[in-house]
Antibody
Framework: EVQLVESGGGLEQPGGSLRLSCAAS????????MTWVRQAPGKGLEWLSA????????FYADSVKGRFTISRDNSKNTLYLQLNGLRAEDTAIYYC?????????????WGQGTLVTVSS | QSALTQPRSVSGSPGQSVTISCTGT?????????LSWYQQHPGKAPQLLIY???ERPSGVPDRFSGSKSGNTASLTISGLQAEDEADYYC??????????FGGGTKLTVL
């Protein structure tokens, strides 16, 4: 059974940093591209970032480019998202998701999310 | 990377059909057959409902169907059931290995 478990969220002050983790199990993690999506309270989904199977290629939404960094450790079956320069508008639930192989294929499994709150 | 446009809400009675639209541009919805739909119940993670415009993952009832014409995609739910009450999001590939979601539509089953 595919499982994705996010952690690392919490309360952080504006300008601060957090590192989110997504522990994967139930599939060959190193064979799948992964992605991060967030959802602000009461709002819709926003795609943030994606990473290739070996971590060599990374992609970002304009809204987080230069502040957030996606990475992965295939030996630990874990995906990461480093959040720097946090702003109030970064307050959201952050989901990791597994991508179906293929350039135009969807995100087929999602974690339950971790809540990031940015406030002084 | 502007969000795709969806109606804020739709509603229908049990047994009826409803359609949710998702409008983008030729750079996303119209440019690729990548359109997917996700269902999200309150407090839960999104779940894949439709992919590749019309394809259903195993386990998704055939009451859910997708289509696309030009820059607008649609999700139709027939034979509405109480458990279909949820938020629905469309999502499209937008080039350069980036993706864009719609703003979401709240479905109310009357």
């Amino acid at each position: 059974e595919v499982q994705l478990v996010e952690s690392g969220g919490g309360l952080e002050q504006p300008g601060g940093s957090l590192r989110l983790s997504c522990a994967a199990s139930g599939f060959t993690f190193s064979s799948y591209a992964m992605t991060w999506v967030r959802q602000a309270p009461g709002k819709g989904l926003e795609w943030l970032s994606a990473i290739s199977t070996n971590g060599g290629d990374t992609f970002y939404a304009d809204s987080v480019k230069g502040r957030f960094t996606i990475s992965r450790d295939n030996s630990k079956n874990t995906l990461y998202l480093q959040l720097n320069g946090l702003r109030a508008e970064d307050t959201a639930i952050y989901y990791c998701a597994k991508k179906t192989p293929g350039a135009l294929k969807p995100f087929d499994y999602w974690g339950q999310g971790t809540l990031v709150t940015v406030s002084s | 990377q502007s969000a795709l446009t969806q109606p804020r809400s739709v509603s229908g009675s049990p047994g009826q059909s409803v359609t949710i639209s998702c409008t983008g541009t030729s750079s996303d919805v119209g440019g690729y057959n990548s359109l997917s739909w996700y269902q999200q119940h309150p407090g839960k993670a999104p779940q894949l409902l439709i992919y590749g415009v019309t394809e259903r993952p195993s386990g998704v009832p055939d009451r859910f169907s997708g289509s696309k014409s030009g820059n607008t995609a649609s999700l139709t739910i027939s034979g509405l059931q109480a458990e279909d009450e949820a938020d629905y999001y469309c999502c499209s590939y937008a080039g350069g290995s980036t993706w864009v979601f719609g703003g979401g539509t709240k479905l109310t089953v009357l």
